[in-house]
């Protein structure tokens, strides 16, 4: 039977250190706060922000709330960044995506300090983490270097398959399990023979988007399986872009959806909170 790599538990623990690493901050007199802005109220977004400000609120740091109107002009959003950009009491700030179509994400992007560029997003973060200087890191990618470390599961040398290429999942994947000394294969839709090259995977992560789409037949026996997907199904329940069951009967770790990918990626934006404080 294949080992649950428990998310909920272990994105816990990261919480409690960085809750005692905010007490002696705060004890040192450093007071840390995120702003976060949302534009428009799609209910998933309501949903990420008001669990991103119950996380902030349980490590115990500041967060300030900036809730826009859909019809916030881009000018109006750039003010608003750029007043935070200088505030010194705000120590990082995120724009919830995605924002309505007349605002260019980019652009916004661009705009956040990359000194306070918490969710990792700007071309600056990018970059520093592509050539291995200090930097944000986007935070599911990161999330999901710590739980495999602390599931015990070795990196160093491993074959690993990313599966997806988006920007901000499937490329800064692949640049942190090099960093770690993996060998790296990123696929895509375009990828042929696709069972082949993810079957090569000692370690399968998949961010497709696609519910349920990788199978027992995409993996090799014994491999790690690391699914990010977040999607409903036809009955409207929750599920990954792996097919948990059949996945589970050949693989050796896998993470479920939910309670596996999903909560690491608010306690490493907490954690890139803190360290938005060193800066
Ligand atoms: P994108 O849509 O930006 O990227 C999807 C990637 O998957 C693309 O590179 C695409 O290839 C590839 N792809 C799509 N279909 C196939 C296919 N049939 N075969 C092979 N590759 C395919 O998605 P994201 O990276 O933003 O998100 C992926 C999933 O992860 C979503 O379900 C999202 O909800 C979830 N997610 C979860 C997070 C979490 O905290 N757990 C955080 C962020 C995302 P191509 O480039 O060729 O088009």
């Not at 039977?1 to 994105?11: C, F, L, R, V, Y």
């Not at 599961?153 to 491993?158: A, D, F, Q, R, V």
């Not at 014994?222 to 690391?226: E, L, P, Q, R, T």
């Given at each position: 039977?294949?080992?649950?790599?428990?998310?909920?538990?272990?994105?816990g623990q990261?919480?409690?250190e960085?809750?005692?690493?905010?007490a002696?901050?705060?004890?040192a007199?450093?007071?840390?706060?995120?702003?976060?802005?949302?534009v428009?109220?799609?209910?998933?977004s309501?949903v990420?922000v008001?669990?991103?400000?119950?996380?902030?609120?349980?490590?115990g740091?500041g967060?300030?709330a900036?809730?826009?109107?859909?019809q916030?002009?881009q000018?109006?959003?750039?003010?608003?960044i750029d007043e935070?950009?200088h505030?010194?009491?705000i120590n990082g700030?995120?724009?919830?995506?995605?924002l309505?179509?007349h605002?260019d994400?980019?652009?916004?992007i661009?705009?956040?300090?990359?000194?306070?560029?918490?969710?990792?997003f700007h071309?600056?973060?990018?970059?520093?983490?592509?050539?291995g200087q200090?930097?944000?890191v986007s935070?599911?990618?990161?999330?999901?270097?710590?739980?495999?470390?602390r599931?015990?599961?070795?990196?160093?040398?491993?074959e690993?398959?990313v599966?997806g290429?988006?920007?901000i999942?499937?490329?800064?994947?692949?640049?942190?399990?090099l960093?770690?000394?993996?060998t790296?294969?990123?696929?895509?839709?375009?990828?042929?023979?696709l069972k082949?090259?993810?079957?090569?995977?000692?370690?399968?992560?998949v961010?497709?988007g696609?519910?349920?789409m990788i199978?027992?037949?995409y993996?090799k026996e014994?491999?790690?399986?690391?699914d990010?997907?977040?999607?409903r199904?036809?009955s409207?329940k929750?599920c990954?872009d792996v097919?948990?069951?059949?996945?589970a009967s050949?693989?050796?770790?896998i993470?479920?959806v939910?309670?596996?990918?999903g909560p690491?990626t608010?306690?490493?934006?907490?954690?890139?909170?803190m360290?938005?404080a060193?800066l």
């Open positions: 039977m294949a080992m649950i790599i428990d998310g909920k538990t272990i994105s990261i919480k409690d960085l809750k005692e690493k905010a002696r901050k705060r004890e007199g450093v007071n840390i706060t995120l702003a976060v802005i949302q428009g109220a799609d209910p998933a309501s990420y008001r669990n991103k400000k119950k996380g902030c609120e349980y490590i740091i967060s300030e900036y809730e826009l109107p859909e916030t002009t000018e109006e959003l750039l003010r608003l935070l950009n505030k010194e009491e700030i995120l724009v919830q995506l995605p309505p179509s605002i994400e980019d652009t916004v661009r705009a956040i300090d990359p000194k306070k560029d918490v969710d990792g071309p600056q973060s990018v970059g520093a983490l592509c050539i200090p930097g944000f935070c599911t990618p990161a999330g999901i270097i710590q739980l495999l470390k599931s015990g599961i070795t990196i160093e040398g491993k690993c398959v599966l290429r988006s920007n999942v499937g490329k800064p994947m692949a640049i942190l399990l960093r770690e000394n993996a790296v294969t990123i696929a895509h839709s375009r990828t042929q023979n082949e090259v993810t079957k090569r995977a000692d370690i399968l992560i961010a497709i696609k519910p349920k199978t027992a037949d993996i014994g491999a790690v399986v690391i990010v997907g977040i999607n199904d036809e409207g929750l990954g097919d948990f069951e059949s996945a050949v693989c050796s770790a993470t479920p939910p309670g596996g990918v690491m608010i306690a490493m934006l907490l954690n890139n909170c360290e938005s060193d």
